[in-house]
């Protein structure tokens, strides 16, 4: 079984970078499509990116494309979003995602059934 661990969240102003970090346990993650979701209090757990098992292929959600960056190591089993230009609608608990099978149709990589297994959030918070 996957187990994934995700760290980097924090308090940021309005206009500055995160960086989060997701490891993941075993060398099977080297086969998995990743992904990012974030939940905000009150509100549906939603897609921000993935990422395929080679990294070749990315998507994002609208509302992130052009400031965040999703990214991979798969010798050290880490998956990495790199949040620039941040906004106070950014505000949400971040989680990863692993899917076991491959990269299919990037729309459906939005849901969260696509995916197997999931890390315990991290908490970014962005000032105005």
């Known amino acids: 079984q996957v187990q994934l661990v995700e760290s980097g969240g924090g308090l940021v102003q309005a206009g500055g970078s995160l960086r989060l970090s997701c490891a993941a346990s075993?060398?099977?993650?080297?086969?998995?499509?990743m992904g990012w979701f974030r939940q905000a209090p009150g509100k549906e757990r939603e897609f921000v990116a993935a990422?395929?098992?080679?990294?070749?292929?990315?998507t994002y959600a609208d509302s992130v494309k052009g400031r965040f960056t999703i990214s991979r190591d798969n010798a050290k089993n880490t998956v990495y979003l790199q949040m620039n230009s941040l906004k106070p609608e950014d505000t949400a608990v971040y989680y990863c995602?692993?899917?076991?099978?491959?990269?299919?149709?990037?729309?459906?990589?939005?849901?969260?059934?696509?995916?197997?297994?999931w890390g315990q959030g991290t908490q970014v918070t962005v000032s105005s």
């Open positions: 995602a692993a899917r076991s099978m491959g990269w299919g149709a990037p729309a459906l990589l939005r849901s969260t059934s696509r995916y197997d297994y």
């Open positions: 075993g060398r099977t993650f080297s086969g998995y499509t």
């Open positions: 990422i395929s098992w080679t990294g070749g292929s990315t």
